[in-house]
């Protein structure tokens, strides 16, 4: 009798040949470009460093494209908005101490947000590891120790043999829902020495699917099946899991309002009869769905932002889907869904109870009009002008990229973005400089349709040597600098708690002129012509620069005892 596990794939002689014979001048960084190569990865992004140069020798004899970056904290943004835009885990080279440290923003960022990207770091030589003194070049006592609590998961290769194994199973934790960043470190000796292993082929990594329970979809969907007034919050988990055309589904059959987090913009269409949009700073859909009887939440943590900072107290039943377990009812008591949301919407699909709810298209009219009539009584024509400027510029099926800024702010509410997967910012954790590199990184997944960046004057500066990199590798990204002399939303928050900002006003170049000098194009614009000078900036093959001196104002929260 034959079990499956008793089966072993034989090498045919041609191979086994092969690996008798590996080709001449490898080392150990060959077996990492291998690796990656035979994982399925085309890109790699990373900054070289004297510790990884052994990788970076091997880029040349490999067929990986290398897009390098100046500062390793943007090539990890580049890689983060990569596996964004591919659904792939994208590489990052990177090499010890204040290079991988430098990165470790950029990780934070697509661990908050689920991407995946596969940080591939040197360590020094072996003779120093342990945690010992050794006075070595970039020397740290536990450089994993500086990552183990921002990625998924952790591997070290001690040996050349090690290496494809421990790319191979990172690759498969990074794919793996909840997707993530992850950390590997290789020595530098073990990269530098030469190699007689056989060169890597047919590497398997398939990620572990995560399926729902079904007593658990069973229950959700007799809920949603006989729930008086069912509402959804659809968050990023729905977008990564390309589960969009399932949620709509879904929200259809059960008649259901559905309202997007920041981080799942698109993840419903924006001007459906259901869609509440994504008015989550808003007292008025706050307490909609604190008003629903059974609320689906779908990929979604329900954190800070999308619980309008916490206030939002649910009183109906809550049933929540979500694949990182760390956020699974950890906010607000539910029926918790261990699950990847496209999995768990197609058991809903394949359970509920068509419904009927004849007035949600009515209720869901209600609420965007008491919104809309809120924004209106606040005298924010100007921002409400730019925005839809930049929507009117931006073709459909384009992507943007937004950093934290007090347009970005607008975009999170206010922005349609067209479709899934096409809107993103470092909401997830909440950094500055994630823009501009990033949309660099989707112009690199899809170099068929211009990218656009947005930043303000100040998240700009932390960037702004990656003009150079949009033109080594002629990117189509047009960046949008909103320069208001400063960090405008801190100035905001300082003047509202305090009477008076510190710290917020900068001195800074004139961009257009930065620009040119590294011979990028540059526009200043006004609100009044921003829509044309945008769309024809975005026209343009290659990268391009318009800068709008602007002082934009943020809409007034709900969340605080004093404001509407």
Do not use: C
């Amino acid at each position: 009798m034959t079990h499956d596990h008793d089966l072993v794939l034989r090498p045919t002689p041609a191979q086994t040949e092969a690996a008798l014979n590996p080709p001449p001048g490898r080392n150990g960084g060959d077996l990492v470009v291998e690796t990656l190569a035979g994982l399925g990865a085309t890109t790699v992004f990373g900054l070289p460093g004297q510790h990884a140069l052994g990788m970076f020798d091997a880029l040349r004899r490999s067929g990986l494209r290398y897009v390098g970056l100046r500062v390793e904290n943007n090539a990890g943004f580049a890689a983060d908005a990569y596996g964004r835009i591919t659904g792939e885990a994208a590489p990052l080279l990177l090499s010890t101490g204040p290079g991988a440290l430098t990165s470790l923003a950029a990780l934070q960022e697509a661990a908050m947000a689920s991407a995946p990207v596969l940080a591939v770091s040197s360590q020094i030589p072996t003779a120093g590891l342990g945690g010992g003194r050794h006075g070595y070049l970039h020397e740290l006592p536990d450089q994993a120790a500086s990552f183990r609590g921002v990625v998924k998961s952790v591997h070290t290769a001690r040996t050349q043999s090690q290496i494809p194994s421990a790319i191979a199973e990172a690759w498969r934790s990074a794919l793996t829902a909840p997707h993530g960043p992850v950390w590997v470190e290789i020595p530098q000796d073990v990269l530098l020495a030469p190699t007689a292993l056989p060169v890597v082929t047919g590497v398997d990594a398939t990620p572990e699917e995560l399926a729902p329970r079904v007593e658990l979809t069973a229950l959700a969907a007799h809920l949603l099946s006989n729930a008086a007034r069912p509402a959804v919050i659809a968050g990023g988990g729905v977008v990564r899991s390309d589960a969009s055309g399932k949620l709509r589904q879904l929200a259809e059959r059960l008649q259901a309002p559905v309202v997007t987090t920041f981080g799942g913009k698109g993840a419903f269409p924006w001007t459906h009869p259901l869609s509440l949009q994504s008015w989550l700073e808003d007292r008025h859909t706050t307490e909609f769905l604190e008003d629903a009887d059974v609320l689906l939440v779908v990929g979604s943590g329900l954190g800070e932002l999308s619980s309008n900072y916490h206030t939002f107290k649910p009183r109906g039943r809550v049933i929540q889907i979500e694949a990182d377990l760390g956020k699974l009812e950890s906010n607000h008591p539910a029926l918790g869904i261990h699950a990847d949301a496209r999995l768990a919407l197609q058991a809903l699909l394949e359970t509920v109870t068509p419904r009927e709810y004849p007035t949600a298209a009515d209720r869901v009219r209600d609420l965007l009009a008491k919104v809309r009539d809120r924004i209106a009584s606040q005298e924010l024509a100007l921002e409400q002008q730019v925005l839809a400027s930049v929507r009117k510029a931006l073709p459909a099926g384009s992507p943007s990229f937004w950093d934290m800024t007090i347009l970005a702010y607008w975009a999170w509410s206010a922005f349609d973005p067209k479709g899934p997967n096409q809107m993103h910012s470092a909401q997830g954790a909440g950094g500055l400089g994630y823009g501009f590199p990033a949309a660099l990184g989707a112009a690199v997944a899809d170099p068929t349709r211009p990218v656009l960046a947005v930043s303000g004057d100040g998240g700009a500066l932390y960037s702004i040597a990656e003009l150079a990199t949009a033109r080594q590798h002629d990117l189509n990204v047009t960046w949008l600098i909103v320069d208001d002399g400063g960090y405008g939303i801190l100035r905001e928050y300082m003047t509202d708690a305090f009477g008076s900002a510190t710290g917020t006003e900068l001195a800074r170049p004139d961009f257009v002129a930065l620009a040119e000098s590294f011979g990028v194009p540059g526009v200043r614009t006004s609100p009044e012509t921003l829509e044309s000078d945008l769309a024809k900036a975005l026209a343009a093959p290659g990268p391009s620069v318009v800068v709008l001196p602007a002082v934009l104002r943020m809409f007034a929260p709900t969340h605080l005892p004093s404001t509407p």
